[in-house]
């Protein structure tokens, strides 16, 4: 498919035509998603993006240790709920 992209993106008007045609018909993508898989550029392989992680995985491993107990609570509820789990979490890990 990036062959098939970089071609497409450096023909003129009527060869790109050509090229959509062709490949919606070995693809069987409707031609609307196949024109936006061939006009944009393939992404460069990089590292991960955004935001690097908040906490460590000490951390993570008990937030997955409370979230458990909870019973697998949602963010917003479990936030307050946590100085209620941890004595239990801790008296379940030593026990």
Not at 37 to 53: I, V, W, Y
Request: hydrophobic fraction near 40%.
């Amino acid at each position: 498919m990036h062959v098939v992209g970089s071609r497409y993106r450096a023909v003129g008007r009527a060869e790109r035509s050509l090229i959509l045609n062709e490949f919606v018909q070995l693809t069987g993508y409707h031609r609307k998603h196949a024109l936006r898989l061939l006009r944009l550029a393939p992404k460069l392989a990089g590292g991960r993006r955004g935001r690097r992680p908040t906490y460590g995985d000490e951390v993570r491993s008990a937030l997955l240790v409370l979230w458990n107990l909870s019973d697998r609570l949602c963010s917003k509820r479990l936030k307050p709920m946590a100085p209620l789990l941890l004595p239990a979490a801790i008296r379940h890990v030593r026990g």
